[in-house]
């Protein structure tokens, strides 16, 4: 897929997510930004991103809840990058091993942020 | 001899034998029981030697006959006193008895002194008497003995029920003695078998009363087998009840005792006559005591004690391994609970740090991208405002990490000091309105009045400032926000909110380190530390943090502090200084002037801070601190508007100032009459340093500070002279600018008083070599002029020095009051 696309961010620091959407739309996507799991779920019943970036610690619970909610819907197919400050090994497996895409450190590279996107979206 | 005689006499002499043995017993320790079982025996051995006395002292025949009578008489009467120590005997049963004794004895001596016929024939109602008698008494005392062994226990009950079969046998040998003396008169070999019968009753009483040594040693040892035995059986982990429960049916055989109850100390303790408690200790160590009650008379002898203390040795041995095993195991779990929180702790820590990095280095790096077209102006301070608070957020994690680090290890100084309560709450409270209202917050304080409190004060300030920091943000806007303060047995300081509450099973998780409470909305800004770190130092004062909440129902936390530190706390011994230099932080961010102020206090500074540009301008009136830190971005009047207003006045033109600011912008700041300019985030060490070089008083203690006077009038050194040299400043002199200068670079002063008129040059002159020279370029200079220096002049001098004064007396009470010097004595008043 080339060309803008529509992007759900799950992130509740106001700073995160001003750093996503300057990185996103310099890009030239669009970002939806979602501060909590239940506002994301309201928002995705009603639409179809077509990438997901989810945080781990949300104000609600865990991103790998929504993550795995996700996997087992219709959309189990949109690529979601987890985008997390919690780096341990063993964070790093739950998200692989709970089916998202890629795995992204916080702080985020712009370049690495950006290519783990391009290859997301063109899959 | 016959094998009867033989026999009797062997009997004759056993009964001697016990007597000699019994009543050696007696003198050992001196007992009514042993007393008695002495005389029991001597009766009985009177009785017997009598007829073997006769024969060889016949002149006492008469005398030793009436003896004997008496002493055969009394036998009964003895057994049954003996009863009576162990079981109390009606009083109208012993009276019958001494009467029946006294008729009976009284009779038999009266037939016998008068020297009649044998006894036995001549007198039958003495006989019959004594037939009643003797038996009455003897198996009535057997039965009651009996009873006794019944309701007693282990060895005691043993040994009663001998002595019970023993006095049996002898009233039963007694009744069949009579019997025979009736039937058939003169049968020695009936005689011999009740002699034999009195034996066994003998040795029985021996074994009851005064058991010998082996015997006690026998039956010692196997009970100690089967104690050792059965404690040594117990597996690792048994609890140690078990074991002291075999400690008391040991005891309970040894001692007989009716109940053996376990006292371990810090239970009551409290023992009655019938108890007889042996304290369970080792190695000096006192655990508690063994408390043995026994009903009735004990049978208990020192060799019984050293063997149950000797149990008890074995067992509080056993006792100990296993607590000593389990304390280790605890040890184990603990370190193992220590590293795994650890572990978690940097987990956390981990991702807080990388949060802020995440925006510092994202934004970063989009500036610097080598972008497509231009990047606009305010897309440029958008991401620089991102950097920069996530820089400061990092900087504030950094700074309470440290903080709670240097509390966890009791490395944190406090430095208590007495200060008013009242007023730090107000003061504190007011610093932090302008964010409550912010978020449309009512907030609201209730105080006693004054009320003094030693402790850190700035350490009491982090807590309130961090409790009703999280009531503001974690509160819906337009809460009701309330600070009490109560002063009880101890200080409580309560902030209440209503704001969404904490369930019950989060009250303890919220104050470790990283954890915010669920279900408190969007994430809130705030380093996750401020709870961890306000019980920590509630605990390091001695004190405690209370926290009542539940969800929906709004939070109400509690710092409760001692009036004066408790002795174990962590109190650094030097009271902090209350007399430092006053500096006025004029700082509308309150997290930014708690740091300003952290920094500040613990160089020795006292602190004020003011939230607004008026509130600034109002305290620096009022207080006259020796130097301001000015932000620029204040809500009322901006920080330039507040400096230009403070050069303006007379009563706050002289106070230095320092611009701590975002904005950096040096030229303005030092042009409007700055003495120094500072970015933030500023650094500690530099700020410091600066504000060292404006205030003297805190070097004077700990190093001497020259000032160097550059002044053509001699007269006016001496001035400075007496002023300063008192106050341990050191005075180097120069009357001129040449002098001056080289002075200044080669002595480096702390402090130039300079007058603007020199022979060789204008004082402003000197002032701008001084300040291009960079070895002379920070040293604070004091301008002494001839008259008042216009407003224009005054204006282009400020920034450049740190203050002007009229020369001669104004200038050195100038002096005197910057420096925070003591009135001049009357007695040196020119």
Not at chain 2, 644 to 654: I, N, P, S, Y
């Amino acid at each position: 897929m080339t060309g803008p696309a529509v992007i759900l961010a799950v992130e509740d620091d106001p700073g995160n997510v001003a750093l996503l959407r300057a990185i996103l739309e310099k890009a030239g996507h669009r970002l939806v930004a979602m501060g909590s799991l239940g506002e994301a779920r309201a928002w995705l019943a009603g639409a179809a991103p077509d990438l997901v970036l989810l945080d781990r610690h949300l104000p609600d619970g865990d991103g790998l809840d929504l993550l795995a909610e996700i996997r087992r819907d219709e959309r189990a197919s949109v690529p979601v990058l987890m985008v997390s400050a919690s780096v341990l090994p063993g964070d790093r497996d739950a998200a692989l091993a709970a089916g998202c895409d890629a795995f992204i450190e916080k702080p985020v590279r712009v370049r690495t942020l950006l290519d783990a996107i391009a290859r997301s979206l063109a899959a | 001899m016959t094998i009867e005689g033989l026999l009797g006499a062997a009997v004759d002499v056993a009964y001697v034998a016990l007597f000699a043995l019994t009543l050696r017993d007696y003198i050992r320790r001196p007992e009514p029981v042993r007393l008695l079982v002495a005389a029991v025996f001597g009766s009985l051995a009177s009785v017997l030697t009598a007829p073997l006395l006769r024969q060889l002292a016949p002149t006492l025949a008469a005398p030793l006959s009436l003896l004997a009578i008496g002493a055969f008489v009394a036998q009964p009467v003895l057994v049954l006193w003996l009863v009576h120590q162990f079981r109390p005997v009606p009083r109208w049963v012993r009276s019958v008895a001494v009467i029946a004794f006294v008729l009976l004895a009284g009779w038999g001596i009266a037939v016998t002194a008068l020297g009649t016929a044998a006894p036995a024939a001549a007198s039958p109602v003495l006989v019959g008497g004594i037939l009643a008698y003797f038996p009455a008494l003897e198996l009535g005392s057997a039965v009651a003995l009996m009873r006794e062994a019944k309701r007693r226990a282990g060895l005691s009950r043993a040994r009663l029920a001998t002595a019970a079969a023993a006095t049996g046998l002898l009233g039963g040998s007694v009744l069949l003695l009579g019997a025979l003396a009736v039937a058939a008169p003169g049968a020695d070999a009936a005689g011999l078998g009740v002699r034999a019968l009195a034996l066994v009753a003998g040795v029985g009483y021996l074994v009851a009363f005064a058991p010998p040594p082996l015997l006690r040693r026998l039956v010692q040892q196997s009970i100690t087998y089967e104690f050792v035995r059965d404690l040594d059986a117990l597996p690792t982990g048994t609890p140690s009840e078990r074991m002291w429960d075999l400690l008391r049916s040991a005891a309970a055989r040894v001692s007989g005792a009716n109940r053996v109850d376990l006292r371990l100390d810090g239970q009551a303790m409290g023992v009655t006559t019938t108890e007889i408690s042996v304290p369970i200790e080792t190695d000096g160590r006192r655990r508690g005591a063994l408390v043995l009650t026994v009903q009735g008379r004990s049978l208990f002898v020192e060799d019984d004690l050293d063997l149950i203390r000797l149990l008890i040795t074995r067992t509080v041995r056993s006792v100990e391994r296993e607590e000593a095993l389990a304390e280790r195991e605890g040890l184990i779990e603990e370190l193992r609970a220590a590293s795994a929180a650890k572990s978690e702790f940097l987990a956390a820590m981990s991702h807080e740090l990388r949060t802020p990095l995440n925006a510092i280095i994202g934004f970063s790096e989009l500036l610097l991208e080598p972008g497509r077209g231009r990047t606009s102006r305010a897309t440029v301070t958008e991401y620089a405002g991102h950097i920069h608070r996530s820089g400061l957020h990092l900087l504030e994690l950094i700074n309470d990490v440290l903080d709670l680090a240097r509390v966890e290890a009791g490395r944190l100084d406090l430095k208590p000091a007495p200060f008013d309560v009242e007023a730090m709450i107000h003061q504190t409270v007011e610093t932090m309105r302008p964010l409550a209202e912010r978020r449309s917050h009512s907030l609201t304080v209730r105080t006693p009045g004054p009320v003094e409190l030693i402790a850190d004060a700035g350490r009491v300030r982090q807590m309130i400032f961090n409790l009703l920091s999280n009531a503001i943000k974690f509160t819906e806007p337009g809460g009701a926000l309330q600070v009490e303060l109560r002063a009880e047995d101890d200080i409580a300081i309560t902030i209440t909110d209503n704001g969404p509450g904490i369930s019950e099973h989060e009250t303890e998780a919220i104050f470790e380190a990283f954890h915010q409470g669920e279900g408190q909305g969007a994430r809130q800004e705030g380093t996750g530390l401020g709870l961890a770190l306000t019980r920590q130092l509630a605990e390091a004062h001695g004190g405690a943090i209370e926290l009542h909440s539940s969800p929906g129902q709004g939070s109400t936390f509690t710092i409760r502090l001692p009036r004066q530190p408790a002795p174990g706390a962590v109190m650094h011994s030097e009271p902090e200084p209350t007399d430092g230099p006053r500096v006025l932080i004029v700082e509308d961010d309150p997290g930014a002037a708690q740091l300003l102020r952290i920094y500040l206090q613990d160089a020795g500074f006292q602190v004020l801070v003011a939230a607004t540009g008026m509130q600034g301008l109002e305290l620096a009136r009022l207080e006259r601190p020796n130097a301001i830190l000015l932000d620029i971005l204040l809500p009322d009047i901006d920080g330039w508007d507040l400096l230009q207003r403070l050069k303006l006045e007379d009563a706050t033109r002289d106070v230095p100032v320092v611009v701590v600011s975002v904005v950096d912008d040096r030229t303005l700041g030092l042009a409007l009459g700055a003495v120094d300019y500072f970015v933030k985030p500023v650094s500690r060490e530099m700020l410091l340093a600066s504000l060292g070089r404006l205030t003297f008083t805190t070097k004077v203690r700990s190093r001497a500070i020259t000032v160097l006077v550059v002044d053509a009038d001699q007269g006016a050194w001496e001035g400075y002279r007496s002023l300063l040299e008192p106050e341990g400043f050191t005075i180097v002199t120069a009357s001129d600018a040449a002098s001056g200068m080289a002075i200044a670079s080669e002595r480096h002063p702390d402090l130039i008083l300079l007058d603007v008129l020199l022979p060789d040059a204008d004082g402003l002159m000197l002032i701008g070599r001084l300040r291009a020279d960079p070895a002379t370029r920070d040293i604070p200079i004091w301008l002494t002029t001839p008259t008042s220096l216009s407003e224009s002049d005054k204006a282009r001098l400020n920034g450049n020095v740190l203050g002007v004064a009229e020369r001669g007396e104004p200038a050195l009470a100038a002096l005197r009051t910057w420096l925070e010097l003591p009135p001049r004595k009357p007695a040196t008043v020119e």
